[in-house]
């Protein structure tokens, strides 16, 4: 499997892990109660009494209507974590429901009174039947092209801000090891490389290239991370890539991307560049980017060799704090305090910043200003999170 085929993979499924299991978990144990009431205390031997016959029937009911609401449940999961916020009560819903299986577990534990149980189950199956209109209005909200217009508006702010905030970031980048045993289709280790650093999107354009849009991502590293420094023999380092090399982007809730030990789960974005080269820093005759979107392309291992991969999270302040908690002398060294005198109405979100990202690369490949182009230009753009 190529480095592409997983990462998309696990960027979709790490989203839909905590529900999915959570639900089969719960929807598991609870058919085991009824299976165990119906083998501990109906006898074979006998016709099976009315009851015996409704609790069968319930139970089958529950286990089907809880399978088809399963990719449901997935869809809602991975639009809310695309920054779907107005399917954030749907998914809400999906919790409760959860909650509300695990209640019958813990109430049909070791029941022997089969009027009980049948009042339980059907309630439970009364729940899942009211839930399910409303899921299904949710879902039909959902475009899989659909442009966030918040994202939108506030990428629009950012990318022509007189006084640009940046986005404060932990940056890692990937290499091929065997250290690890390997955890999936892929043996990949990720390596820190600055735990702290301001990133920005700027548009630099080259003098006479006749071109107005020319944007980089600027990350420069800041010292204040609460690590130890030393100013004498090391030096704040810097990292500046062209959109153009821009290749795909990769935006999952769960940091299990990451395949890092011991790392809280935090929303991660990965981004894959193709190799600097002096044909890929020039700028590019037609568009670099196709907008047709493929989610199997003919990538082979051999990624490492004409692409880098890096990963971002959102600097984890608690992390610093603790450090500095610890009584070490720190030599901080450099710190711009980029970002923090540059206050925004919302929050520097990974999701905000792909969506800048996206808005830059469409400046820069078309030679227009955003607020010039076609909704069907917006969109082509704005609508995926793979590029190529």
């Not at 003098?207 to 090391?234: I, N």
């Not at 890096?310 to 970002?339: C, F, I, R, W």
């Amino acid at each position: 499997m190529s480095l592409d085929d997983l990462f998309s993979k696990l960027a979709m499924s790490t989203v839909q892990t905590v529900s999915r299991i959570a639900i089969n978990h719960a929807t598991n144990a609870a058919i085991r109660n009824v299976t165990s009431y119906l083998v501990q205390q109906v006898n074979p031997q006998q016709p099976k009494s009315a009851p015996t016959r409704e609790i069968e029937a319930l139970q089958r009911q529950l286990d089907l209507k809880i399978k088809n609401l399963k990719p449901a449940i997935d869809k809602i999961s991975y639009s809310v974590s695309n920054g779907n916020e107005d399917l954030a009560p749907a998914l809400e819903m999906c919790t409760d429901l959860q909650l509300h299986i695990d209640s019958f577990v813990k109430d049909t534990k070791d029941i022997d009174q089969a009027d009980m149980l049948l009042l339980r189950l059907k309630q439970l199956v009364a729940y899942v039947d009211d839930t399910v209109p409303f899921l299904n209005l949710s879902l039909r909200s959902i475009d899989a092209g659909q442009v966030l217009v918040s994202k939108l508006l506030q990428a629009s702010h950012l990318l022509h801000h007189s006084d640009q905030p940046s986005f404060v970031v932990t940056l890692y980048s990937l290499f091929a090891a065997n250290a690890r045993p390997a955890s999936a289709d892929w043996d990949c280790t990720w390596k820190e490389e600055a735990r702290k650093a301001h990133l920005l999107v700027t548009n630099c354009p080259k003098k006479d290239s006749g071109q107005a849009f020319d944007y980089q991502l600027v990350l420069t590293e800041d010292w204040d991370d609460g690590l130890y420094h030393d100013e004498a023999e090391d030096k704040a380092r810097s990292w500046t890539w062209s959109v153009d090399r821009v290749d795909r982007m990769y935006y999952t809730r769960a940091s299990q991307l990451l395949n890092l030990d011991n790392q809280p789960s935090q929303p991660v974005l990965v981004v894959k560049l193709r190799k600097s080269t002096k044909e890929a820093d020039s700028p590019p005759s037609t568009p670099r980017l196709n907008v047709e979107q493929t989610n199997h392309p003919n990538v082979t291992r051999n990624d490492l060799d004409h692409f880098d991969w890096y990963a971002l999270q959102v600097y984890d302040t608690s992390s610093s704090k603790a450090s500095s908690e610890d009584g070490e002398d720190e030599a901080k060294g450099p710190n711009t305090d980029l970002g923090k005198t540059n206050v925004v109405p919302f929050p520097m979100t990974l999701l905000l910043l792909e969506s800048t990202i996206k808005l830059a690369l469409l400046e820069s490949h078309e030679q227009m200003n955003h607020l010039q182009a076609s909704d069907d230009l917006l969109s082509s753009y704005m609508g995926s999170t793979l590029h190529k």
